[in-house]
């Protein structure tokens, strides 16, 4: 089985949440929220039934890319899942001489969040400590991340942690509700990071 990049940095805590690496049994929470119509219809892909969800996050690869955001345990309770990450590591471009120099540099990060803890700055203090151990103990050049044009919350958090819009592209991402949709790619490099 595959485990998450550096496991002696997590958990990570801030000031009210902690990000810690997925497992299997956290799956079922990240269902509830991933199967609401207001969150699945900005993901990639949204299984219907929570059988094809499990066969798709147990898989060893993907639960070691994942990581789940929660509300830490208060007086002997256990702690409250609001969110998962993705962390995804890989290797930047390069040409064929310099291509060991660029294995796994950088990272494509994804999140979703409970719509029952949204508007209260969770997302951004979240991802904000996913970046700084990117750029951290990690020691990635840089991370990014995308979205549909029309979620707008997504891309207002990139903009709000000082990343950059890459590309605005139109009408190249085909939606599940059959119409093509524009896209957003944002990034930032380490030595632009400043938390």
């Given at each position: 089985m595959t485990t998450p990049p550096?496991?002696?940095?997590w958990p990570v805590r801030t000031e009210r949440l902690q990000i810690r690496p997925m497992t299997a049994s956290d799956v079922d929470?990240?269902?509830?929220?991933r199967r609401l119509p207001e969150v699945n219809r900005w993901l990639g892909l949204a299984p219907d039934t929570i059988e094809a969800f499990r066969e798709r996050y147990l898989d060893p690869d993907r639960l070691a890319s994942?990581?789940?955001?929660?509300?830490?345990?208060?007086?002997?309770e256990a702690p409250v899942p609001v969110g998962d990450v993705m962390i995804r590591i890989g290797d930047g471009w390069a040409q064929l001489e310099v291509a060991d120099e660029a294995k796994g540099v950088e990272a494509e990060l994804g999140w979703v969040l409970d719509p029952g803890y949204t508007g209260r700055g969770y997302a951004t203090e979240a991802i904000r400590a996913v970046i700084d151990v990117c750029f951290g103990?990690?020691?990635?050049?840089?991370v990014h991340a995308g979205c549909f044009a029309d979620n707008e919350p997504s891309w207002r958090l990139?903009?709000?942690?000082?990343?950059?819009r890459e590309e605005f592209s139109r009408k190249t991402a085909l939606h599940r509700s059959g119409e093509w949709l524009d896209g957003m790619n944002y990034g930032i490099l380490a030595e632009e990071w400043h938390d």
């Amino acid at each position: 089985m595959t485990t998450p990049p550096h496991t002696d940095v997590w958990p990570v805590r801030t000031e009210r949440l902690q990000i810690r690496p997925m497992t299997a049994s956290d799956v079922d929470a990240m269902w509830e929220w991933r199967r609401l119509p207001e969150v699945n219809r900005w993901l990639g892909l949204a299984p219907d039934t929570i059988e094809a969800f499990r066969e798709r996050y147990l898989d060893p690869d993907r639960l070691a890319s994942m990581y789940i955001v929660e509300l830490p345990p208060e007086s002997g309770e256990a702690p409250v899942p609001v969110g998962d990450v993705m962390i995804r590591i890989g290797d930047g471009w390069a040409q064929l001489e310099v291509a060991d120099e660029a294995k796994g540099v950088e990272a494509e990060l994804g999140w979703v969040l409970d719509p029952g803890y949204t508007g209260r700055g969770y997302a951004t203090e979240a991802i904000r400590a996913v970046i700084d151990v990117c750029f951290g103990p990690l020691g990635l050049r840089r991370v990014h991340a995308g979205c549909f044009a029309d979620n707008e919350p997504s891309w207002r958090l990139m903009e709000r942690l000082g990343m950059r819009r890459e590309e605005f592209s139109r009408k190249t991402a085909l939606h599940r509700s059959g119409e093509w949709l524009d896209g957003m790619n944002y990034g930032i490099l380490a030595e632009e990071w400043h938390d």
